[in-house]
């Protein structure tokens, strides 16, 4: 069963998110994200094999340590297969750097990474809309496209989930150390 490790974001950013899935599930385009046990996110890593019990420790250290984020969504971006829409932030060094000691941090204790999300492949993204055919791509970027940007926020929580369906395992607040 898979495990992925997220940052998510201040409360403003993720209700301005979560609009946007609930108006892409409204319409029927793509009803997954709103129906789902997600939360507006960041997907740091993928792995088909984790400890939990390891990885609530090491992500407890990792949050301790690193202070909320900045975040700027700037741009709509496509993944054209399998059909994601999605909304891109500014990669700033901050970010990049929390992204590598995390897979730095997980790597004893993971197995089988996602390709997309190893340091030096990893595109940041907070999927909008995914699984789309090529004709809803389009009406799906429309509406993500209202969504006001750039929108500004913050990182301030780290977690994992395990899927599917999405179970929320454990998450942390940045800076609480």
Same mark, same amino acid.
């Given at each position: ?11 403003n950013t ?10 892409? &599930?409204?319409?029927?385009? +793509?009803?997954? *994200?709103?129906?789902?046990?997600? %939360?507006? !996110?960041? =997907? @740091? ?41 999605? &909304?891109?932030?500014?990669? +700033?060094?901050? *970010?990049?750097?929390?992204?590598? %000691?995390? !897979?730095? =941090? @997980? ?8 390709p997309y ?61």
């Open positions: 069963m898979p495990y992925a490790v997220h940052l998510f974001f201040d409360e993720e209700t301005k998110i979560n609009q946007i899935w609930k108006k892409l &599930a409204d319409t029927g385009i +793509a009803p997954y *994200l709103h129906q789902s046990a997600n %939360r507006p !996110h960041i =997907t @740091l890593a993928v792995y088909q094999q984790l400890d939990p019990a390891a990885c609530q420790t090491l992500l407890r250290s990792i949050a301790a340590e690193q202070p909320p984020l900045p975040l700027s969504f700037q741009y709509i971006g496509i993944f054209p297969t399998p059909g994601a829409v999605f &909304a891109g932030p500014t990669v +700033a060094d901050t *970010l990049l750097n929390l992204h590598r %000691r995390t !897979h730095e =941090t @997980l790597q004893p204790i993971s197995a089988d990474p996602t999300y190893v340091p030096g492949q990893w595109v940041p993204h907070c999927t909008l809309a995914m699984e789309l055919t090529p004709e809803l791509l389009t009406p799906a970027v429309e509406i993500s496209l209202e969504l006001s940007l750039p929108l500004e926020g913050k990182i301030t929580e780290i977690g994992c989930t395990e899927q599917p369906p999405v179970k929320h395992l454990f998450g942390f607040e940045l800076g609480s150390g």
